[in-house]
């Protein structure tokens, strides 16, 4: 006969309580009539990150924001994105019935594993996503070696 030992039994069902919170909360009030803390876990923006042996490639989903409102900058293998998403107005008289956008300021830094060229560093801005390509430095790059 096989017996099943648990070092913590009471911590488990406690943990998944607190986990399923929100979901028993939307269960129990229903979304459409009681918004339970509305896209919380997403206050930064999605970033997206694609390696080949001769770049980095950054996309960040930033719908609304304008290019005038995001600062990039590289400092000591760091690529830093930073900036504001500003509040939607409403029209006058008009009122939220739900709101999950966010608004405010927001940064993403990314530690780059390679060493870069920083100077060739591009951004673009388009249809609301910023892609940003980091060329990989030279010296990083595989390089086949021939034989004498």
């Given at each position: 006969m096989m017996m099943r030992i648990e070092r913590f039994p009471v911590i488990r069902p406690a943990l998944h309580n607190i986990l399923n919170l929100e979901k028993?909360?939307?269960?129990?009030?229903?979304?459409?009539?009681y918004p339970v803390a509305p896209a919380a876990r997403h206050r930064s923006p999605l970033?997206?990150?694609?390696?080949?042996e001769k770049e980095t490639v950054v996309t960040m989903e930033l719908p609304g924001v304008s290019r005038e409102d995001?600062?990039?900058?590289?400092?000591?293998?760091?690529?830093?994105?930073?900036g504001e998403r500003k509040e939607r107005q409403l029209p006058e008289g008009a009122r939220w019935v739900r709101n999950e956008s966010f608004a405010g300021t927001f940064r993403r830094d990314l530690r780059l594993a390679k060493p870069v060229n920083a100077g060739a560093i591009s951004a673009e801005l388009k249809n609301g996503v910023l892609q940003i390509v980091v060329p990989t430095a030279e010296e990083a790059r595989p390089r086949e070696i021939s034989i004498r």
């Open positions: 028993e909360l939307e269960s129990l009030f229903g979304t459409d009539t970033i997206n990150v694609a390696e080949s995001i600062k990039i900058a590289f400092e000591g293998g760091v690529l830093s994105i930073s």
